[in-house]
């Protein structure tokens, strides 16, 4: 299995602008957008297969966290369907998705399936998957301790990752074990709103001084990460999409606020 998406090439965007030198910006590899989503999730789908009706899948919905390899940590309670269904069979799989965060299409969102084996952890695991799924998911205190409740690991053999229309790849379990998740993650949203809100005359200009696209009338950042950013370019002859890289990786908000205000000047001094 390869981890190069469907048009041929890590994080390429489909549409008109594909064919822009802008779009060969850097962007984060498949296996860091699957580690990312994964850090950021604190539910999914799980989907064991059924004792009865016996070989169906059966899909529920789980709390989850990773532990430092990216891999699913789970808190079951034997009572429910899906452990008995693993305690038969540990072949299993787990959707995850981007949160929404105002965009109206689910189908627009980075969604990820691993697949792998799940099974009960014991001892110095079980201890350690503890401390990671309290650190996500607090109120799980009041019941962790109960008997009936186990912590389950997936180990993933393969995943398959979606990031939108026209971004998807299979991506191998080793890479995505040693992929790094993207540090503004956290601060993403924020940093959209703020440049979109607050700074739409410069992300304009990013538009068409710095991406090419010189009939711009409008443009909004849709995506940053710790090497740029994308933009959703408004022309007369309809939307494109451009990527713009950073002068260097960033991981602070403080070094992204400095690296736009290069680029403003950047696509300002082009301008003049």
């Known amino acids: 299995m390869s981890s190069t998406t469907d048009h041929g090439r890590p994080g390429a965007v489909a549409g008109p602008a594909a064919e ?14 699957c580690r990312t989503l994964a850090e950021r999730a604190r539910a999914a789908t799980l989907c064991t297969i059924a004792r009865d009706p016996a070989g169906y899948p059966y899909g529920s919905l789980v709390t989850v966290a990773v532990d430092a390899h990216g891999r699913p940590l789970l808190l079951l309670s034997a009572l429910a ?44 695991e079980a201890a350690a998957a503890r401390t990671r799924f309290l650190a996500a998911h607090p109120r799980a205190s009041y019941y962790v301790d109960f008997t009936d409740f186990s912590f389950y690991r997936l180990d993933p053999v393969s995943i398959r990752y979606v990031g939108g229309f026209g971004r998807m790849s299979w991506v191998e ?19 959209l709103e703020h440049m979109n809100s607050d700074h739409a005359d410069a992300v304009l200009a990013y538009a068409k001084a710095l ?58 001094g082009r301008s003049a």
């Open 20 to 33: 822009h030198p802008a779009q060969s910006a850097r962007a984060l590899s498949h296996a860091e957008r």
């Open 81 to 124: 369907e899906h452990t008995g269904n693993l305690k038969a069979r540990t072949e299993a799989s787990l959707l995850l998705a981007e949160p929404a965060e105002g965009r109206a299409d689910p189908l627009a969102l980075g969604r990820m399936t691993l697949v792998g084996p799940c099974r009960p952890l014991e001892g110095a």
């Open 173 to 191: 379990a080793a890479e995505y074990a040693a992929a790094e998740p993207d540090p503004l993650a956290p601060d993403a949203a924020r940093i």
């Open 211 to 268: 991406a090419g696209i010189k009939d711009a009338t409008g443009a909004s950042m849709t995506s940053v990460d710790r090497y740029g950013f994308e933009l959703d370019v408004i022309t007369p002859a309809g939307p494109k999409a451009a990527r713009l890289a950073f002068g260097a990786p960033v991981t602070t908000t403080d070094e992204v606020r400095k690296a736009m205000v290069a680029l403003v000047r950047e696509a300002r």
